[in-house]
């Protein structure tokens, strides 16, 4: 059974998009990256061509977005165990617009296993989610860069304010997944990338096996995963 429930319908929806909202203000008073909404649109657009390239039907592919763009809700309760307050508070609003249950199952499985610390590809969501959200590193989830000290007290900051192009990719046999990146690395080095992501990495390389495909990571043109 599936519903009329669509990405576009949850978009426009103002409780989901006051939640959205505040979650980031509440990360953002935390000192982390941008959470909002440009973060889990870019996150569900990744999704989408994740499960559109491996041949998933149109109803998962929906359901995908779904949870991409409610998946970092549960930041309104805390950083701590977000994802899974966060797909908690996603099965209430789902229920609350009459998906059916076994949909709203998909869609909480992979909100609730997407954070790094306790995340599993557990269903094609949730692996395509788990890649989608690790990909998204770019110079514009920096806050308030005004000046070189406030990028050198912080390695998260320097790391992404770094990233001078992000792109997702399939290889032409669609047999692998590519993060390929421009890092300047007079703003932070390689090896700084890989201090705070490895574990992200090596997540996104799990999430793409349960997928069927291998993961790979470019830095610079040169293949480092």
Do not use: W
């Not at 939640?19 to 008073?29: G, T, W």
């Not at 930041?75 to 709203?104: C, K, T, W, Y």
């Amino acid at each position: 059974m599936s519903s009329n429930i669509t990405y576009k319908y949850i978009k426009q929806n103002p409780d989901i998009h006051t939640y959205i909202k505040n979650a980031d203000a509440a990360v953002e008073a935390q000192g982390y990256t941008e959470h909002s909404f440009a973060h889990v649109e870019r996150t569900a657009s990744m999704v989408e061509m994740i499960l559109t390239t491996l041949g998933y039907d149109e109803r998962t592919v929906e359901l995908g977005k779904i949870a991409a763009y409610l998946h970092d809700i549960g930041n309104v309760i805390n950083r701590v165990d977000h994802a899974q307050s966060g797909a908690i508070m996603a099965f209430r609003l789902l229920d609350n617009l009459n998906m059916p249950p076994e949909e709203i199952c998909t869609v909480i499985s992979a909100i609730g296993n997407h954070d790094e610390n306790t995340a599993q590809p557990i269903n094609p969501i949730s692996a395509a989610l788990i890649i989608a959200d690790k990909a998204d590193v770019r110079r514009s989830r920096v806050r308030n860069v005004s000046t070189s000290e406030t990028l050198a007290r912080d390695i998260h900051d320097r790391v992404n304010y770094a990233v001078e192009r992000s792109e997702l990719l399939f290889s032409d046999d669609k047999t692998a997944i590519i993060l390929d990146l421009a890092i300047d690395s007079s703003i932070s080095p390689v090896m700084e990338y890989f201090e705070i992501f490895l574990q992200r990495m090596l997540l996104c390389r799990r999430s793409a096996e349960f997928l069927g495909i291998s993961f790979h990571l470019r830095i610079n043109g040169s293949d480092i995963i």
